[in-house]
């Protein structure tokens, strides 16, 4: 336990931001608490894919070795459409000159976040609490307030500084009364797992297919063992109750429309989420800082949401870590909000805004002109890399790290 209570960082929320930002602060010696509202971790089905600059950025903590231990490496991915089958293959060997882990790395959020966990268990000036549920964050110059609800009652924590990673709700943010811009997509987005083996008829581990109605992205990801689940991620019919979405009937429907097979498809897992394009006017208010979702939202087509979390996390607590130092004074903290804001418009906002739009585009030819481009993308590896550049988000990495 820490003695001086005000002489520590404390981060709201125990996801994998939070508890990556945490394990950033204890590595370097500097007291952390996190306050996580649920009694454990918990277990999120949607992230499931590391980019290469999360993998360059989870490896000095030794988080990298264990992902690749259990995940699964994607050196490859598809661009397809439903009537004309692949489109393009996209080889990330072709950034083998740009990152030491020029792959995706498939592996389930909740398994990261165990692991992490434990590891923050070896520091003694580490704690995470459960059912620590923050109701609000006031701050004055030298000092942050957080009110938190316990199962033993209320109480007030202080720290030096406070990381809100609390997730797209975050009260974190509304405590500072900071505007989180942006919108909402009508339709809602439905995550299917299938035990049926995608890759024995062609596909790779990660797909995207093209479709005015029906686009859908796939995903094998490790699960328990081998051979895995491969996962159907596809938007919702607006009308759709939740309960219909998720019907035997209507997933059924669905899956048979992407993948027509014989049989029924065996499932192990649905959940139906709302999906928003969002990002705070700022990541900082005095000491009370925003990363991952409690800073950005964005739909899931590239994977990026998650990713963009770690990223932030990373950048968010070697600055930190300086200032704490006294190494440099708080303004180096407003870098971090210019960095990852910036790349999170420019980037993470548009290209996933882009991804969606890809597929479902309606006008036939509009579509037939994306589809052209993909092709010939793939088949030149100028074009293609330069597509990899953007989608593995080392693009948007360095352009953030290029900010002063």
Known sequence: M?????????????????????LGLAVQDIPVLVLESQPSLFMDLRAGSFHPPSLEALAPLGVTKKLL????????????????????????????????YPFRLHCEQHKLTPMVHAMLGGFPHAEVRFSATVASVRQTDDVVHVR???????????????????GGRSVVRKSCGIEFEGYT???????????????????????YIAHPDDWCAVFH????????????LYGCRPDETEEEALSDDVVQSRLQAFIPRDEPYETRHRTIYRVHQRVAETFRVGRVLLAGDAAHLNNPIGGFGMNAGLQDAANLVEKLGRVWRGEADGSLLDRYVRQRRTVNIEYVQEVSIRNKRTLEERDPAVRRQRLEEYRRAAQTPALAKEIL?????????????AIQ
């Open 2 to 22: 820490v003695k001086n209570r005000a002489n520590r960082v404390v981060v709201v929320g125990a996801g994998p931001v939070g508890l990556v930002s945490a």
């Open 69 to 100: 231990e259990i995940g699964i490496i994607v050196p490859r991915w598809q661009f397809r459409d439903r009537a004309e089958g692949v489109i393009g293959v996209f080889e990330l060997s072709l950034l083998k000159d740009e990152t030491p």
């Open 148 to 166: 938190v609800n316990t199962p033993d009652g209320p109480e007030d924590i202080e720290a030096a500084w406070v990381i809100g990673a609390d």
């Open 185 to 207: 997509y009508p339709e809602r987005f439905a995550l299917v797992s299938t035990p049926y083996d995608l890759g024995a008829i062609g596909y790779t581990e990660t797909a």
């Open 221 to 232: 990801l490790p699960d328990e063992r081998p051979p895995g689940l491969w996962r159907f």
């Open 389 to 401: 550049m953007k989608s593995s988000m080392i693009a948007s990495m360095r352009r953030a790290n």
